[in-house]
């Protein structure tokens, strides 16, 4: 059974720094890509980083470049997402995704398109606030 489970969410005042992690079992990280993804309240869910599984490298949404960090340990078969200079507005629900590293990408279509993603886990809530 894929199951990808979130943790390292809470409260954290502006600056401040915290490390997500995305536990996956029943699939190796080997032939999947990860996504973290986030969604703050009447906002659309929207793609922060992203390990792609093919080629090891990695990418990152505009707003959060130089500030966040994915990471992945085979041995654990985990993805890390560590956050540092945290803002207000950083504050979402954020969530991993998995795709495999076989499926077709949509025409036109990116990483930052949560649809291209097959697995989910339940999120983590990230509050930034002082």
């Known amino acids: 059974q894929v199951q990808l489970v979130e943790s390292g969410g809470g409260l954290v005042q502006p600056g401040g720094s915290l490390r997500l992690s995305c536990a996956a079992s029943g699939f190796t990280l080997d032939y999947y890509s990860i996504g973290w993804f986030r969604q703050a309240p009447g906002k659309e869910r929207e793609g922060v980083s992203w390990?792609?599984?093919?080629?090891?490298?990695?990418y990152y949404a505009d707003s959060v470049k130089g500030r966040l960090t994915i990471s992945r340990d085979n041995d654990k078969n985990t993805v890390y997402l560590q956050m540092n200079s945290l803002k207000p507005e950083d504050t979402a629900v954020y969530y991993c995704?998995?795709?495999?590293?076989?499926?077709?990408w949509g025409y036109g279509s990116t990483w930052l398109n949560h649809r291209e993603f097959d697995y989910w886990g339940q999120g983590t809530q990230v509050t930034v606030s002082s």
């Open positions: 995704a998995a795709r495999s590293t076989s499926r077709v």
């Open positions: 390990f792609s599984g093919s080629s090891g490298r990695t």
